[in-house]
């Protein structure tokens, strides 16, 4: 009899475990319902982007020439956020001059995304500096359109293709004679690779 109760106690014994451990399972996997996105409040981006730079209102004055840019924003929710951009562009004259210009900017970002796609609209202005036959033009005002796409490769990096269309204008006063200013306006494009890192 006293077997009997003690191989009796140990199976109900066994069973508590297997229900409780059963039932811890179960708290595992409780579903809150909280919808985690990708990008939130407070989350940041680092970028840099290679490109080629293509003058627009130049005629065959200036050739195809080079883009590097370097960019930070912060999210203020999963879909905007704020930052800014310094870019360093060459291009070459027909007479083998170079043109390099800085843009330095301030601007803010809308993003929609579909999975792990991401479609970056970017709105900046600033100010930029202008070399060009050893002459200088400091500042001049520039503004820019950026729109990419990129897959979001995992939580850290994402990858993609960026197009930046950016104007810089130069305005010089004439004599008094005119009574007014003239002004040049650079009108560019570029078209390239880009890679963000997330953090």
């Not at 310094?86 to 900017?105: A, C, D, E, H, R």
């Not at 929609?112 to 060009?132: H, V």
């Amino acid at each position: 009899m006293k077997r009997f109760i003690s191989i009796l106690s140990a199976i109900l014994f066994l069973s508590a475990a297997v229900f409780a451990e059963d039932y811890y399972d179960d708290g595992d996997e409780y579903n809150d319902g909280y919808v985690y996105e990708q990008n939130g409040a407070g989350d940041q981006f680092l970028k840099i982007d290679l490109a080629a730079n293509f003058p627009l209102n130049f005629g065959s004055q200036l050739k195809v020439g080079g883009l590097v840019s370097v960019g930070y924003y912060q999210f203020l929710n999963q879909y905007f956020a704020i930052g800014g951009d310094v870019l360093v562009t060459y291009n070459i004259s027909v007479g083998k001059k170079p043109l390099f210009m800085v843009p330095i900017t301030v601007g803010a970002m809308f993003q929609p995304y579909i999975g792990k796609f991401e479609f970056p609209m970017m709105l900046n202005i600033g100010i930029a500096t202008i070399s060009c036959q050893s002459m200088t033009y400091f500042p001049a005002f520039t503004a820019k359109f950026t729109a990419g796409a990129y897959f979001r490769y995992s939580e850290t990096w994402s990858f993609g293709i960026t197009s930046t269309t950016y104007w810089i204008p130069q305005w010089f006063l004439m004599d008094s004679a005119t009574r007014g200013h003239a002004a040049n306006n650079g009108f560019f494009t570029s078209a390239g690779l880009s890679v963000r890192y997330h953090f």
